[in-house]
């Protein structure tokens, strides 16, 4: 038996699937197609995979719980916070941190793939592998990080000398080139 499946992308139809029927069971061809959907959607919302391979489980530079990371968003100010779970549910693939904001602990869910985050980066990974998949346990005072600021003030201090410092070399570089012609 043949099950043919349309998806309807950007308001025309932009892809066909026919998938075998091999067993009884059609749960198992949806689940098969929703996957294939995932994949359609990552695809449009993460075109360079850059953050696919940020949270990949297999990546050893992907982003680990307790790294303390920042992520920019397209609507507000930047959250930095330590990494304590991430949820990876394809598209919906979330992260959850936490920082103190005025001495208050805040956490906040974010969902990588969202158009509202610009960028998420690593600011510091963590010493010692967590031996955690979840570290729910930071909650409790006695394991709370406090605030990150500090790590991350110093964090973007380091990305603007970087930056600087590129930009010195290259007006360098052009200033040599005008003086040898």
Not at 65 to 82: E, S, Y
Not at 83 to 106: C, F, K, M, P, Y
Request: hydrophobic share 40%.
């Amino acid at each position: 038996m043949l099950l043919c499946a349309y998806t309807l992308l950007d308001n025309r139809l932009s892809h066909i699937d026919c998938l075998f029927q091999t067993t009884s069971s059609a749960a198992i061809i949806w689940e098969i197609y929703a996957r294939h959907i995932n994949t359609i959607y990552i695809s449009q919302l993460d075109p360079t995979g850059a953050r696919q391979r940020l949270f990949a489980r297999s990546s050893p530079e992907g982003a680990k719980v307790g790294d303390i990371l920042l992520v920019r968003t397209k609507n507000g100010d930047p959250f930095a916070g330590v990494l304590i779970n991430i949820r990876q549910r394809g598209v919906d693939t979330a992260i959850l941190l936490r920082n103190e904001v005025l001495r208050t602990s805040v956490e906040m869910w974010f969902k990588i793939y969202s158009p509202l985050v610009d960028s998420v980066e690593i600011v510091q990974r963590r010493q010692k592998r967590a031996r955690r998949a979840r570290l729910t346990y930071m909650r409790k005072p006695r394991h709370d990080m406090g605030s990150v600021q500090n790590i991350v003030r110093q964090y973007l201090r380091q990305q603007a000398t970087l930056m600087m410092a590129s930009e010195t070399k290259g007006r360098n570089k052009a200033n040599s080139e005008k003086k040898g012609k």
